[in-house]
């Protein structure tokens, strides 16, 4: 791998694994992954359920540590990191979307998006961030008020307010409907194009794939193909 190809990466993964050990057993369940997480990219990591996907996506974002392996964050080994350094890196530089929306029912969406804010260094504004997800009118709506779509739209201001270098999706449309779900899929893809974040979504759901820059198929803990679309498909033309 030449290194112009490393240095636009803002993850990269070298013989990364992951076995979970539970008395005598041993369950691998990432079995040596090599990955760019390209710089800008919107990146979709596709599998079936049990894939590894989510394991994977916990490493990158330093949630979960690899058994063996190095995960590079730009020039920084986080596989060598000590629990504070990896709370600064989720802190300063990731954002994470949940499947299911995590939002604090007493709180309101500008104040469920201010409690990231708190721990980042350059924050946007919680105005700021929901009306670039399109919610500029629901600042003080509680959770309650809000569709599941506005919900998790207001979990990806949440993320997006931190400013961070990496956005971390986990299965983001999977509680969705279809239109309710390709809403969130235009949003993501607004941040990308408008705001140039490198994003990474893992889904099970395959046309999802179609608007990525690079898929990435995973399955049983091993990449089974990765590529590039050449012609990206506008939200609008996916269906599930």
């Known amino acids: 791998m030449g290194e112009n190809h490393v240095t636009k990466a803002e993850i990269h993964l070298h013989g990364v694994t992951k076995t ?3 008395g005598e057993v041993e369950t691998p369940v990432l079995r040596g992954i090599d990955l760019d997480i390209i710089r800008g ?17 916990n490493i990158i ?4 540590l690899a058994s063996a392996g190095n995960v590079i964050f730009r020039d920084h080994d986080i596989t060598a990191a000590s629990d504070e350094e990896l709370t600064t890196y989720r802190r300063k530089h990731v954002g994470f979307v949940f499947q299911f929306y995590n939002l604090v029912a007493t709180l309101t969406a500008r104040e469920n998006v201010e409690v990231s ?32 779509g506005q919900q998790q739209r207001v979990a990806i201001a949440r993320a997006l307010a931190k400013n961070p270098a990496l956005m971390l999706c986990d299965e983001p449309t999977g509680a969705l409907d ?41 399955g049983s803990g091993v990449i089974q193909e990765s590529q590039v679309n050449k012609h990206r498909a506008e939200v609008e033309d996916i269906r599930w």
């Open 61 to 64: 974002g330093g949630i979960d």
């Open 117 to 148: 804010t708190e721990v980042a260094d350059h924050p946007m504004s919680p105005a700021q961030a929901l009306e670039m997800v399109g919610l500029g009118d629901r600042l003080d709506y509680f959770p309650a008020q809000l569709s599941g």
């Open 41 to 57: 990219e919107l990146t979709v990591i596709h599998g079936a359920s049990g894939s590894g996907k989510s394991t994977l996506l």
């Open 20 to 22: 979970y050990i539970m």
């Open 178 to 218: 279809l239109e309710t779900g390709r809403m969130v899929l235009q949003t993501l893809k607004k941040l990308n194009d408008e705001l140039g974040t490198t994003i990474v979504i893992i889904t099970h759901c395959t046309p999802v794939a179609r608007i990525a820059h690079r898929v990435v198929h995973l």
